[in-house]
């Protein structure tokens, strides 16, 4: 089963769209996916493939997880959030604690970003949100962002605690996929609830990085999103 996986994935390879890829997602000397290689699949092609290779064992998609092909990564990654959604709950367990162990492999943003909110987010819902909180802490930057972005699951449950928590811990943040992932979810936050999002930027509009506050404010009244990007 893993044999064809692989062996579909790679018959849909496309160097020109690889070659792109390679810089869309910064993959340069000193980029944040330095390094990374491309076999040039659409996401839509992946998602296909997802659905006829349901079957794939826990510990083929570790092996897909840690391949040197990003896609083949994504793809994992998208397996796994379809068994954590069909899982037990022992199953679920399983997946989080491998996908928390293998974060060095979830090694960009829209890996983070499709999986985390499906997965951690879910998982730790109405549970201690200590992972969360030392994730957001660790020196690995695809640990911090998928913190962040695992908060989307409860902020759609109208849930705010934690992303008001670890935006205030990562306002000092250095990299500028923090600022985005951080003013993303405070963003989402304000869609649910305006109010909460103004008090926030009431009190740390002026530590805020300019990026983190622009994704923040996008979706106010041009009016109130002129007045904070002046203060």
């Known amino acids: 089963m893993l044999k064809a996986a692989q062996q579909a994935l790679h018959s849909l390879a496309n160097?020109?769209?690889?070659?792109?890829?390679?810089?869309?997602?910064?993959?340069?000397?000193?980029e944040y996916g330095e390094g990374d290689c491309f076999l040039g699949i659409?996401?839509?092609?992946i998602r296909k493939l997802v659905k006829k290779h349901q079957a794939l064992s826990h510990q083929d998609v570790i092996r897909l997880l840690k391949s040197k092909w990003h896609e083949q990564?994504?793809?994992?990654?998208?397996?796994?959030?379809?068994?954590?959604?069909?899982?037990?709950?022992?199953?679920q367990a399983r997946i989080v604690e491998d996908y928390l162990a293998h974060s060095e492999w979830i090694n960009n943003?829209?890996?983070v970003d499709?999986?985390?909110?499906?997965?951690?987010?879910?998982?730790?819902?109405g549970k201690s949100k200590s992972v969360q909180k030392q994730l957001a802490k660790s020196e690995l930057l695809w640990d911090r962002r998928i913190a962040v972005v695992s908060t989307y699951y409860e902020i759609r449950h109208q849930e705010f605690g934690l992303?008001?928590?670890?935006?205030?811990?990562?306002?000092k943040d250095s990299e500028d996929l923090m600022h985005k992932a951080v003013?993303?979810?405070l963003r989402e936050m304000g869609k649910q609830d305006q109010s909460v999002l103004e008090v926030?930027?009431?009190?740390?509009?002026?530590?805020?990085?300019?990026?983190?506050?622009?994704?923040?404010?996008?979706k106010l009244p041009e009016k109130k999103r002129k007045a904070y990007l002046n203060k």
Not at 73 to 90: D, N, P, T
């Open 163 to 171: 992303i008001l928590g670890l935006a205030k811990t990562l306002l």
């Open 109 to 111: 943003w829209d890996l």
């Open 183 to 185: 003013g993303w979810m």
């Open 73 to 91: 990564r994504l793809f994992a990654l998208l397996i796994w959030v379809e068994h954590f959604q069909k899982g037990s709950a022992e199953e």
């Open 114 to 125: 499709c999986s985390a909110h499906k997965i951690v987010g879910p998982y730790y819902f």
């Open 15 to 30: 160097p020109d769209k690889a070659v792109f890829l390679q810089r869309f997602f910064k993959t340069g000397p000193g």
């Open 42 to 45: 659409t996401v839509p092609e």
């Open 200 to 218: 926030f930027l009431e009190e740390h509009v002026t530590q805020m990085p300019r990026t983190m506050l622009r994704y923040a404010i996008e």
